[in-house]
Protein backbone atom coordinates (compact mmCIF):
# COMPACT_ATOMS: atom_id res chain seq x y z
CA UNK A 1 0.00 0.00 0.00
CA UNK A 2 0.93 3.31 -1.02
CA UNK A 3 2.61 4.14 2.70
CA UNK A 4 3.21 7.82 3.50
CA UNK A 5 3.28 8.28 7.00
CA UNK A 6 6.51 10.20 7.85
CA UNK A 7 8.59 7.66 7.68
CA UNK A 8 12.69 7.49 7.52
CA UNK A 9 12.34 7.09 4.15
CA UNK A 10 10.17 9.91 3.52
CA UNK A 11 11.71 12.01 5.94
CA UNK A 12 14.51 11.80 3.39
CA UNK A 13 12.95 12.32 0.50
CA UNK A 14 11.57 15.32 2.23
CA UNK A 15 14.97 16.73 3.19
CA UNK A 16 16.26 16.01 -0.19
CA UNK A 17 13.70 17.91 -1.78
CA UNK A 18 13.63 21.41 0.49
CA UNK A 19 17.34 21.16 -0.32
CA UNK A 20 17.05 20.69 -3.90
CA UNK A 21 14.18 23.29 -3.81
CA UNK A 22 15.47 25.62 -1.34
CA UNK A 23 14.48 28.63 -3.16
CA UNK A 24 10.87 28.08 -4.74
CA UNK A 25 9.33 30.70 -6.61
CA UNK A 26 6.47 32.52 -5.97
CA UNK A 27 3.36 30.78 -6.70
CA UNK A 28 1.43 32.36 -9.79
CA UNK A 29 -2.36 33.63 -8.57
CA UNK A 30 -4.52 30.51 -9.18
CA UNK A 31 -6.23 30.78 -12.80
CA UNK A 32 -9.75 31.68 -13.21
CA UNK A 33 -12.65 29.36 -12.79
CA UNK A 34 -13.40 28.31 -16.35
CA UNK A 35 -17.44 27.78 -17.34
CA UNK A 36 -18.64 24.74 -16.11
CA UNK A 37 -21.32 23.42 -17.16
CA UNK A 38 -24.78 24.44 -16.18
CA UNK A 39 -26.68 21.06 -16.50
CA UNK A 40 -24.76 19.16 -13.75
CA UNK A 41 -25.64 17.35 -10.82
CA UNK A 42 -23.36 17.12 -7.53
CA UNK A 43 -22.62 13.15 -6.58
CA UNK A 44 -20.28 12.36 -3.60
CA UNK A 45 -17.18 10.06 -3.85
CA UNK A 46 -15.43 8.01 -1.16
CA UNK A 47 -13.04 5.76 -0.10
CA UNK A 48 -10.90 3.81 2.57
CA UNK A 49 -13.22 4.59 5.20
CA UNK A 50 -11.49 1.75 7.32
CA UNK A 51 -13.77 1.97 9.91
CA UNK A 52 -12.46 0.35 13.20
CA UNK A 53 -14.83 -1.35 15.52
CA UNK A 54 -11.82 -2.15 18.28
CA UNK A 55 -12.09 1.13 19.65
CA UNK A 56 -13.30 -0.13 22.76
CA UNK A 57 -12.62 -3.73 22.84
CA UNK A 58 -15.17 -4.66 25.83
CA UNK A 59 -17.81 -3.45 23.52
CA UNK A 60 -16.81 -5.92 20.60
CA UNK A 61 -18.10 -8.91 22.14
CA UNK A 62 -21.94 -7.12 22.30
CA UNK A 63 -21.03 -5.44 18.74
CA UNK A 64 -20.69 -9.62 17.43
CA UNK A 65 -23.84 -10.84 18.90
CA UNK A 66 -26.42 -7.37 18.10
CA UNK A 67 -27.95 -6.70 14.89
CA UNK A 68 -26.20 -3.91 12.84
CA UNK A 69 -29.23 -1.71 13.58
CA UNK A 70 -28.04 -1.65 17.53
CA UNK A 71 -24.75 -1.11 16.14
CA UNK A 72 -25.04 2.53 16.54
CA UNK A 73 -26.24 2.75 19.82
CA UNK A 74 -23.76 0.42 21.25
CA UNK A 75 -21.08 2.13 19.78
CA UNK A 76 -21.80 5.65 20.94
CA UNK A 77 -22.17 4.62 24.69
CA UNK A 78 -20.14 5.47 27.47
CA UNK A 79 -16.80 4.30 26.75
CA UNK A 80 -15.84 0.94 29.43
CA UNK A 81 -14.10 1.52 32.20
CA UNK A 82 -11.17 -0.53 30.91
CA UNK A 83 -11.33 1.07 27.84
CA UNK A 84 -7.56 2.02 27.32
CA UNK A 85 -6.03 -0.50 29.27
CA UNK A 86 -7.79 -2.99 26.61
CA UNK A 87 -7.03 -0.99 23.81
CA UNK A 88 -3.28 -0.51 24.55
CA UNK A 89 -2.99 -4.37 24.79
CA UNK A 90 -4.91 -4.83 21.63
CA UNK A 91 -2.50 -2.69 19.74
CA UNK A 92 0.51 -4.17 21.14
CA UNK A 93 -0.99 -7.15 19.76
CA UNK A 94 -1.79 -6.09 16.69
CA UNK A 95 0.50 -3.43 15.67
CA UNK A 96 0.04 -1.07 13.03
CA UNK A 97 1.46 2.63 11.54
CA UNK A 98 -1.26 4.66 12.98
CA UNK A 99 -5.09 5.11 14.12
CA UNK A 100 -8.26 4.36 11.24
CA UNK A 101 -11.58 5.66 11.60
CA UNK A 102 -13.46 5.40 15.19
CA UNK A 103 -16.61 5.87 15.48
CA UNK A 104 -16.61 9.53 16.59
CA UNK A 105 -14.67 10.53 13.21
CA UNK A 106 -17.05 8.46 11.49
CA UNK A 107 -20.03 10.57 12.93
CA UNK A 108 -18.08 13.27 12.36
CA UNK A 109 -17.48 12.86 8.72
CA UNK A 110 -21.09 11.94 8.52
CA UNK A 111 -21.99 15.14 9.85
CA UNK A 112 -20.53 16.76 7.67
CA UNK A 113 -21.77 15.24 4.50
CA UNK A 114 -25.42 15.32 5.49
CA UNK A 115 -24.66 18.67 5.11
CA UNK A 116 -22.18 19.42 2.35
CA UNK A 117 -23.56 16.63 0.16
CA UNK A 118 -26.92 17.13 0.57
CA UNK A 119 -28.65 16.72 -3.00
CA UNK A 120 -26.26 14.20 -3.99
CA UNK A 121 -27.84 11.79 -6.62
CA UNK A 122 -25.24 9.31 -5.58
CA UNK A 123 -22.55 8.15 -3.33
CA UNK A 124 -19.66 6.02 -4.36
CA UNK A 125 -17.39 4.58 -2.26
CA UNK A 126 -14.13 2.97 -3.58
CA UNK A 127 -13.13 -0.01 -1.17
CA UNK A 128 -11.93 -0.24 1.96
CA UNK A 129 -14.39 -0.04 4.41
CA UNK A 130 -13.10 -2.35 6.78
CA UNK A 131 -9.92 -0.83 9.16
CA UNK A 132 -6.46 -2.39 8.81
CA UNK A 133 -5.62 -5.27 10.81
CA UNK A 134 -9.01 -6.37 11.57
CA UNK A 135 -8.28 -9.82 11.51
CA UNK A 136 -5.97 -9.49 13.61
CA UNK A 137 -7.74 -7.58 16.55
CA UNK A 138 -10.84 -10.05 15.97
CA UNK A 139 -8.81 -12.95 16.35
CA UNK A 140 -6.91 -11.71 19.64
CA UNK A 141 -10.47 -10.76 21.03
CA UNK A 142 -12.43 -14.36 19.68
CA UNK A 143 -9.12 -16.84 19.94
CA UNK A 144 -11.24 -19.67 19.63
CA UNK A 145 -13.94 -17.98 16.74
CA UNK A 146 -14.45 -19.82 13.50
CA UNK A 147 -14.02 -18.56 10.11
CA UNK A 148 -17.55 -18.40 9.74
CA UNK A 149 -17.99 -16.04 12.80
CA UNK A 150 -14.86 -13.93 11.18
CA UNK A 151 -16.50 -13.50 8.06
CA UNK A 152 -19.75 -12.60 10.01
CA UNK A 153 -18.43 -9.65 11.85
CA UNK A 154 -16.28 -8.71 8.59
CA UNK A 155 -20.11 -8.26 6.99
CA UNK A 156 -21.67 -6.87 9.83
CA UNK A 157 -19.07 -4.05 10.05
CA UNK A 158 -19.68 -2.92 6.23
CA UNK A 159 -23.06 -3.33 6.72
CA UNK A 160 -22.71 -0.74 9.08
CA UNK A 161 -20.77 1.43 7.06
CA UNK A 162 -23.25 1.61 4.18
CA UNK A 163 -26.16 1.99 6.30
CA UNK A 164 -24.94 5.06 8.30
CA UNK A 165 -23.54 6.47 4.51
CA UNK A 166 -27.81 5.71 3.41
CA UNK A 167 -29.04 7.57 6.82
CA UNK A 168 -26.78 10.18 6.42
CA UNK A 169 -28.07 10.56 2.58
CA UNK A 170 -31.49 9.20 2.69
CA UNK A 171 -32.66 8.23 -0.19
CA UNK A 172 -29.75 8.14 -2.03
CA UNK A 173 -28.01 5.12 -4.06
CA UNK A 174 -25.01 4.24 -2.48
CA UNK A 175 -22.30 1.78 -5.05
CA UNK A 176 -19.52 1.06 -3.22
CA UNK A 177 -16.40 -1.76 -3.96
CA UNK A 178 -14.38 -4.02 -2.27
CA UNK A 179 -11.06 -3.21 -0.80
CA UNK A 180 -8.58 -5.07 -0.31
CA UNK A 181 -8.69 -4.75 3.59
CA UNK A 182 -12.61 -6.30 2.90
CA UNK A 183 -12.10 -9.69 2.76
CA UNK A 184 -13.94 -12.53 5.14
CA UNK A 185 -10.45 -14.57 5.58
CA UNK A 186 -7.61 -11.79 5.68
CA UNK A 187 -5.84 -8.74 3.95
CA UNK A 188 -5.53 -9.38 0.50
CA UNK A 189 -7.16 -12.45 0.72
CA UNK A 190 -10.86 -13.48 -1.04
CA UNK A 191 -12.57 -16.59 -2.09
CA UNK A 192 -14.46 -16.29 -5.12
CA UNK A 193 -18.27 -17.39 -4.57
CA UNK A 194 -17.72 -17.55 -0.77
CA UNK A 195 -19.76 -16.96 2.11
CA UNK A 196 -18.33 -13.56 2.55
CA UNK A 197 -19.34 -12.49 -0.76
CA UNK A 198 -22.98 -14.11 -0.95
CA UNK A 199 -23.84 -12.23 2.68
CA UNK A 200 -22.01 -9.12 1.59
CA UNK A 201 -24.38 -8.74 -1.29
CA UNK A 202 -27.51 -7.65 -0.38
CA UNK A 203 -26.12 -4.57 1.48
CA UNK A 204 -23.46 -3.89 -1.54
CA UNK A 205 -26.25 -4.23 -4.16
CA UNK A 206 -29.35 -2.55 -2.39
CA UNK A 207 -29.52 0.45 -4.41
CA UNK A 208 -29.31 -1.34 -7.49
CA UNK A 209 -32.61 -0.74 -9.50
CA UNK A 210 -35.15 -3.93 -8.73
CA UNK A 211 -34.86 -5.47 -12.68
CA UNK A 212 -31.55 -5.07 -11.91
CA UNK A 213 -31.06 -6.54 -8.96
CA UNK A 214 -31.32 -10.45 -8.81
CA UNK A 215 -28.44 -10.56 -11.52
CA UNK A 216 -26.08 -7.89 -9.50
CA UNK A 217 -26.28 -10.19 -6.44
CA UNK A 218 -24.89 -12.91 -8.21
CA UNK A 219 -21.91 -11.80 -9.70
CA UNK A 220 -21.34 -9.43 -6.41
CA UNK A 221 -21.86 -12.83 -5.06
CA UNK A 222 -19.52 -14.38 -7.32
CA UNK A 223 -16.43 -11.88 -7.52
CA UNK A 224 -17.74 -9.20 -5.67
CA UNK A 225 -18.73 -7.32 -8.79
CA UNK A 226 -21.66 -5.45 -9.95
CA UNK A 227 -23.53 -3.37 -12.43
CA UNK A 228 -26.37 -0.90 -12.07
CA UNK A 229 -27.89 1.73 -14.01
CA UNK A 230 -27.68 5.49 -12.62
CA UNK A 231 -30.91 7.33 -11.50
CA UNK A 232 -32.27 10.23 -13.48
CA UNK A 233 -31.55 12.13 -14.66
CA UNK A 234 -28.53 9.90 -15.50
CA UNK A 235 -30.07 8.19 -19.15
CA UNK A 236 -28.39 5.37 -20.61
CA UNK A 237 -25.35 5.70 -17.91
CA UNK A 238 -24.35 2.60 -15.51
CA UNK A 239 -21.26 2.58 -13.25
CA UNK A 240 -19.49 -1.16 -12.84
CA UNK A 241 -18.18 -1.95 -9.21
CA UNK A 242 -15.09 -4.02 -9.30
CA UNK A 243 -13.38 -6.15 -6.33
CA UNK A 244 -10.05 -5.73 -8.01
CA UNK A 245 -8.59 -7.33 -5.04
CA UNK A 246 -8.37 -10.71 -7.54
CA UNK A 247 -5.93 -8.39 -9.97
CA UNK A 248 -3.50 -7.26 -6.68
CA UNK A 249 -0.25 -8.51 -7.31
CA UNK A 250 -0.81 -9.55 -2.99
CA UNK A 251 -3.99 -11.43 -3.94
CA UNK A 252 -3.70 -14.99 -2.47
CA UNK A 253 -6.89 -17.45 -1.22
CA UNK A 254 -7.70 -18.00 1.86
CA UNK A 255 -5.72 -20.90 2.02
CA UNK A 256 -2.62 -18.42 1.15
CA UNK A 257 -1.58 -19.76 -2.00
CA UNK A 258 -2.32 -17.94 -5.47
CA UNK A 259 -4.73 -18.40 -7.33
CA UNK A 260 -5.26 -16.74 -11.02
CA UNK A 261 -8.64 -17.87 -12.30
CA UNK A 262 -11.04 -15.42 -10.09
CA UNK A 263 -8.65 -12.48 -12.14
CA UNK A 264 -9.60 -13.85 -15.29
CA UNK A 265 -12.79 -14.26 -14.94
CA UNK A 266 -13.26 -11.00 -13.69
CA UNK A 267 -11.41 -9.50 -16.67
CA UNK A 268 -14.15 -11.27 -18.68
CA UNK A 269 -16.78 -10.04 -16.81
CA UNK A 270 -15.46 -6.57 -17.69
CA UNK A 271 -15.00 -7.00 -20.64
CA UNK A 272 -18.88 -8.20 -21.65
CA UNK A 273 -20.35 -5.58 -19.49
CA UNK A 274 -18.45 -2.89 -21.81
CA UNK A 275 -19.33 -4.47 -24.93
CA UNK A 276 -23.05 -4.85 -23.88
CA UNK A 277 -22.71 -1.11 -22.89
CA UNK A 278 -21.13 0.04 -26.42
CA UNK A 279 -23.57 -1.82 -28.10
CA UNK A 280 -26.48 -0.21 -25.89
CA UNK A 281 -25.03 3.46 -26.31
CA UNK A 282 -24.24 3.50 -22.58
CA UNK A 283 -21.80 5.85 -20.84
CA UNK A 284 -20.00 3.68 -18.04
CA UNK A 285 -18.13 4.97 -14.43
CA UNK A 286 -16.05 2.10 -13.09
CA UNK A 287 -15.14 1.85 -9.47
CA UNK A 288 -12.65 0.15 -7.69
CA UNK A 289 -10.09 0.54 -5.32
CA UNK A 290 -6.73 -0.48 -6.24
CA UNK A 291 -5.33 1.25 -9.21
CA UNK A 292 -3.60 -0.02 -12.14
CA UNK A 293 0.14 0.75 -13.04
CA UNK A 294 3.36 1.97 -11.40
CA UNK A 295 3.38 2.65 -7.45
CA UNK A 296 5.97 5.55 -7.89
CA UNK A 297 6.46 6.07 -4.05
CA UNK A 298 7.19 2.77 -3.26
CA UNK A 299 9.78 2.64 -6.57
CA UNK A 300 11.20 5.60 -5.41
CA UNK A 301 11.65 4.99 -1.57
CA UNK A 302 13.54 1.25 -2.72
CA UNK A 303 15.77 2.90 -4.66
CA UNK A 304 14.84 0.83 -8.19
CA UNK A 305 17.42 2.13 -10.91
CA UNK A 306 14.92 1.81 -13.24
CA UNK A 307 16.47 3.50 -15.51
CA UNK A 308 19.56 0.79 -15.30
CA UNK A 309 16.90 -2.28 -15.92
CA UNK A 310 15.36 -2.50 -12.58
CA UNK A 311 11.47 -3.32 -12.71
CA UNK A 312 9.36 -0.39 -11.10
CA UNK A 313 6.89 -1.47 -8.36
CA UNK A 314 3.16 -1.97 -9.64
CA UNK A 315 0.08 -2.49 -7.72
CA UNK A 316 -1.78 -5.04 -9.56
CA UNK A 317 -0.27 -8.51 -10.80
CA UNK A 318 -0.27 -7.73 -14.32
CA UNK A 319 -1.88 -5.11 -17.21
CA UNK A 320 -4.98 -7.32 -17.46
CA UNK A 321 -7.11 -4.53 -16.11
CA UNK A 322 -6.07 -1.31 -17.47
CA UNK A 323 -5.59 -3.49 -21.03
CA UNK A 324 -9.25 -4.17 -20.68
CA UNK A 325 -10.72 -0.77 -20.10
CA UNK A 326 -8.26 1.14 -22.53
CA UNK A 327 -10.28 0.26 -25.46
CA UNK A 328 -13.38 1.70 -24.19
CA UNK A 329 -12.71 5.38 -24.16
CA UNK A 330 -15.55 5.82 -26.06
CA UNK A 331 -17.95 4.71 -23.25
CA UNK A 332 -15.98 4.65 -20.08
CA UNK A 333 -16.27 8.33 -18.55
CA UNK A 334 -14.46 7.97 -15.46
CA UNK A 335 -12.92 5.13 -13.42
CA UNK A 336 -12.17 5.98 -9.46
CA UNK A 337 -9.94 3.94 -7.58
CA UNK A 338 -8.14 4.94 -4.38
CA UNK A 339 -6.12 2.22 -1.89
CA UNK A 340 -3.08 5.24 -1.58
CA UNK A 341 -5.28 7.58 0.70
CA UNK A 342 -3.96 10.73 -1.52
CA UNK A 343 -5.81 12.56 -3.86
CA UNK A 344 -4.68 11.95 -7.28
CA UNK A 345 -5.23 12.03 -11.24
CA UNK A 346 -3.99 9.33 -13.79
CA UNK A 347 -4.61 8.38 -17.24
CA UNK A 348 -5.28 5.49 -19.66
CA UNK A 349 -3.54 5.86 -22.94
CA UNK A 350 -5.44 4.33 -25.22
CA UNK A 351 -3.95 1.21 -26.53
CA UNK A 352 -4.97 2.01 -30.60
CA UNK A 353 -4.15 4.70 -32.26
CA UNK A 354 -7.15 7.09 -32.87
CA UNK A 355 -8.95 5.76 -29.32
CA UNK A 356 -9.70 7.95 -26.82
CA UNK A 357 -7.69 7.75 -23.40
CA UNK A 358 -9.73 7.01 -20.35
CA UNK A 359 -9.36 9.27 -17.15
CA UNK A 360 -9.01 7.74 -13.60
CA UNK A 361 -9.34 9.76 -10.77
CA UNK A 362 -8.12 8.87 -7.06
CA UNK A 363 -10.00 9.76 -4.24
CA UNK A 364 -8.57 10.51 -0.87
CA UNK A 365 -9.31 8.76 2.53
CA UNK A 366 -11.53 8.87 5.16
CA UNK A 367 -9.08 7.41 7.48
CA UNK A 368 -6.09 9.49 8.73
CA UNK A 369 -3.44 6.48 9.23
CA UNK A 370 -0.95 7.80 7.31
CA UNK A 371 -1.14 10.80 9.23
CA UNK A 372 -3.33 12.68 6.78
CA UNK A 373 -6.46 14.62 7.25
CA UNK A 374 -9.69 12.99 6.41
CA UNK A 375 -11.03 14.04 3.37
CA UNK A 376 -14.15 13.41 0.84
CA UNK A 377 -14.74 14.86 -2.61
CA UNK A 378 -18.00 16.74 -4.16
CA UNK A 379 -18.48 15.98 -7.61
CA UNK A 380 -20.57 17.77 -10.10
CA UNK A 381 -21.36 15.71 -12.91
CA UNK A 382 -22.77 16.76 -16.59
CA UNK A 383 -25.54 14.87 -16.55
CA UNK A 384 -26.28 14.60 -20.26
CA UNK A 385 -22.66 13.12 -21.13
CA UNK A 386 -21.70 11.20 -17.67
CA UNK A 387 -18.42 13.34 -17.76
CA UNK A 388 -17.17 14.95 -14.32
CA UNK A 389 -17.51 18.68 -14.68
CA UNK A 390 -15.49 19.50 -11.13
CA UNK A 391 -15.29 18.91 -8.02
CA UNK A 392 -13.97 19.93 -4.67
CA UNK A 393 -11.97 18.23 -2.04
CA UNK A 394 -13.43 18.41 1.79
CA UNK A 395 -11.11 17.93 4.11
CA UNK A 396 -11.15 17.89 8.00
CA UNK A 397 -9.11 20.24 10.57
CA UNK A 398 -7.08 17.57 12.13
CA UNK A 399 -6.90 13.85 11.94
CA UNK A 400 -10.08 13.79 14.61
CA UNK A 401 -12.40 15.73 12.25
CA UNK A 402 -13.05 18.80 14.21
CA UNK A 403 -14.70 20.59 11.56
CA UNK A 404 -14.21 20.33 7.60
CA UNK A 405 -13.88 22.87 5.09
CA UNK A 406 -13.26 23.08 1.27
CA UNK A 407 -9.63 21.96 0.62
CA UNK A 408 -9.58 22.85 -3.06
CA UNK A 409 -11.78 22.96 -6.01
CA UNK A 410 -10.83 21.90 -9.14
CA UNK A 411 -12.07 23.98 -11.80
CA UNK A 412 -10.70 26.76 -9.56
CA UNK A 413 -7.43 25.04 -9.35
CA UNK A 414 -6.42 24.64 -12.51
CA UNK A 415 -8.55 26.72 -14.98
CA UNK A 416 -9.91 23.38 -16.83
CA UNK A 417 -13.72 23.51 -17.57
CA UNK A 418 -13.54 19.79 -16.63
CA UNK A 419 -12.11 17.04 -15.33
CA UNK A 420 -12.39 14.49 -18.43
CA UNK A 421 -9.53 12.77 -20.07
CA UNK A 422 -8.47 15.46 -22.62
CA UNK A 423 -7.44 18.18 -19.91
CA UNK A 424 -6.47 15.01 -17.32
CA UNK A 425 -3.86 14.12 -20.51
CA UNK A 426 -3.21 18.15 -20.70
CA UNK A 427 -2.43 18.49 -16.91
CA UNK A 428 -0.15 15.87 -17.18
CA UNK A 429 1.81 16.47 -19.77
CA UNK A 430 2.32 20.15 -18.18
CA UNK A 431 3.67 18.29 -15.43
CA UNK A 432 5.99 16.14 -17.04
CA UNK A 433 7.31 19.32 -18.59
CA UNK A 434 8.20 20.79 -15.48
CA UNK A 435 10.82 18.40 -13.86
CA UNK A 436 11.31 20.64 -10.79
CA UNK A 437 8.18 21.23 -9.92
CA UNK A 438 7.73 25.04 -10.56
CA UNK A 439 4.92 25.64 -12.21
CA UNK A 440 1.61 26.90 -10.55
CA UNK A 441 -0.02 23.61 -11.87
CA UNK A 442 2.71 21.21 -10.45
CA UNK A 443 2.97 23.35 -7.05
CA UNK A 444 -1.06 23.18 -6.91
CA UNK A 445 -1.28 19.33 -7.44
CA UNK A 446 1.45 18.67 -4.94
CA UNK A 447 0.22 21.16 -2.19
CA UNK A 448 -3.39 18.93 -2.53
CA UNK A 449 -2.12 15.83 -3.24
CA UNK A 450 -1.07 15.46 0.80
CA UNK A 451 -2.01 18.23 3.76
CA UNK A 452 0.95 18.44 5.36
CA UNK A 453 4.83 18.64 4.98
CA UNK A 454 4.88 15.17 3.79
CA UNK A 455 4.22 16.70 0.35
CA UNK A 456 7.33 18.11 0.14
CA UNK A 457 8.72 14.27 -0.69
CA UNK A 458 7.00 14.04 -4.36
CA UNK A 459 9.02 17.16 -5.39
CA UNK A 460 12.13 15.71 -5.15
CA UNK A 461 10.86 12.70 -7.29
CA UNK A 462 8.95 14.76 -9.21
CA UNK A 463 9.67 12.95 -12.63
CA UNK A 464 9.22 9.76 -11.56
CA UNK A 465 5.89 10.49 -10.08
CA UNK A 466 4.71 12.39 -13.05
CA UNK A 467 5.92 10.03 -15.06
CA UNK A 468 3.61 6.94 -13.56
CA UNK A 469 0.57 9.33 -14.06
CA UNK A 470 0.21 8.20 -17.60
CA UNK A 471 1.87 4.84 -17.75
CA UNK A 472 1.09 1.78 -16.68
CA UNK A 473 3.66 -0.75 -17.83
CA UNK A 474 7.22 -0.91 -16.85
CA UNK A 475 8.14 -0.47 -20.30
CA UNK A 476 6.07 2.78 -20.60
CA UNK A 477 7.18 4.45 -17.62
CA UNK A 478 10.63 3.62 -18.28
CA UNK A 479 10.40 5.27 -21.57
CA UNK A 480 9.33 8.38 -19.75
CA UNK A 481 11.49 8.61 -17.06
CA UNK A 482 14.50 7.30 -19.12
CA UNK A 483 14.38 9.17 -21.93
CA UNK A 484 16.62 12.08 -23.10
CA UNK A 485 15.10 15.24 -22.38
CA UNK A 486 15.10 18.04 -25.49
Known sequence: MFRLKMSLAMRTLATVALIALSIVPALAASPQKATTPAATVPALLLSDIHFDPFRDPAKVSTLAAAPVSGWRSILDSPASPDRETGLAALEK???????DTDEALFVSSLRAIAVQARGSRFVTVAGDLMAHSFDCKFRALFPHASGADYSSFSVKTMDYVLAQLRAALPGVPVYAALGNNDSGCGDYQLDPRSQFLAQAANSFTADVPAPEQEQARADFAALGDYSAALPAPFKHTRILALDDLFESRRYT??????NPAPAAEQIAWLRRRLDAARAAGDKVWIVGHI?????????????????AGQQPQIFLSSSALPDAIAPYGDVVRLVLFAHTHMDEMRMLAPSTPGNAPVAIKLTPSISPIDGNLPSFTLAHVDAAT?????YSVVASSDMAGSAWATEYDFAKAYGKSSYTAATVTQLIAGFRADPTARTPASQTYIRNYFVRDASLAIQAYWPQYSCALANYTAEGYRSCLCAPRQ
Open 93 to 99: SCPTRGE
Open 386 to 390: ATLAD
Open 253 to 258: GCSGKP
Open 291 to 307: PPGIDPFSTATHRVNVC
